[in-house]
């Protein structure tokens, strides 16, 4: 099946650093992708939707100068966490819809990366 | 403001008997529901879904169920195994986006 990656798995980092998460699609191309993060005993919440050649679509509550998202390519998105804080440290999750296959729902084949993990001291 | 509930946060089932996951909802937009299989240090993993114009889902030993005028879903996995043993998490879409529950860990002991 299709797979995604993340880079890295864990990262511990002083606070005012900033940070950067890779998201790879490992075998087929993504031209959106999703970044969602996840803080303990609580749900994955969708931070914001990137896109391959274009901007990212934010939600709302979520700084854009904050988490900034690159999508360089079709397999590649990149979300940079900007002047680190405690408050930021969280489980970052990215997923890939691998697309309409088969009349197959898009939700149905979003495939997520194992998550990163950042602690910031 | 929480959209999609899992209200028990843990349940403990014996092997071989059912367990039930429930899933709560408040908005009446959503058309699409999905669980997920979650273990730890991994991303989620899809597990199955079900369409608002449904009421009922089965694939294999799971199967889920819409009640939509109660706006309430359930997982139900039967016979439950060991391995079954993670965190689920329901999920509801409008769109290409999906909104999680917050999990509910089932543990499955022998």
């Known amino acids: 099946g299709a797979v995604v990656s993340q880079h890295p798995s864990w990262v511990i980092c002083k606070s005012g650093t900033s940070v950067k998460i890779e998201c790879r699609s490992l075998?087929?191309?993504?031209?959106?992708m999703f970044w969602y993060r996840q803080f303990p005993k609580q749900s994955l919440m969708l931070m914001a939707t990137?896109?391959?050649?274009?901007?990212?679509?934010?939600e709302q509550g979520v700084e854009k100068d904050k988490f900034l998202i690159n999508h360089a390519s079709l397999t590649l998105s990149t979300l940079t966490v900007t002047s680190a804080h405690p408050e930021d440290s969280s489980f970052y999750i990215c997923s890939a819809p691998v697309g309409l296959a088969g009349g197959i729902p898009l939700q149905e084949t979003q495939y997520f990366g194992p998550g990163t993990r950042l602690l910031v001291l | 403001d929480q959209q999609v509930k899992q209200n028990s946060p843990s349940l403990s089932v014996q092997e071989g008997r059912i367990s039930i996951l429930n899933c709560d909802y408040t908005?009446?937009?959503?058309?699409?529901f999905l669980w997920y299989k979650k273990y730890p240090a991994e991303g989620p993993t899809f597990l199955i879904s079900?369409?608002?114009?449904?009421d009922k889902n089965e694939d294999g030993r799971f199967t889920v169920f819409l009640n939509k005028s109660a706006k309430h879903l359930s997982l139900h996995i039967v016979p439950s195994q060991p391995g079954d043993s993670a965190v689920y998490f329901c999920a509801a879409s409008a769109s290409d986006k999906l909104i999680f529950g917050t999990g509910t860990r089932l543990q499955v002991f022998p």
């Open positions: 908005n009446s937009m959503f058309d699409y």
């Open positions: 990137s896109n391959e050649g274009s901007k990212a679509t934010y």
């Open positions: 075998d087929f191309q993504a031209t959106t």
């Open positions: 079900i369409s608002s114009i449904k």
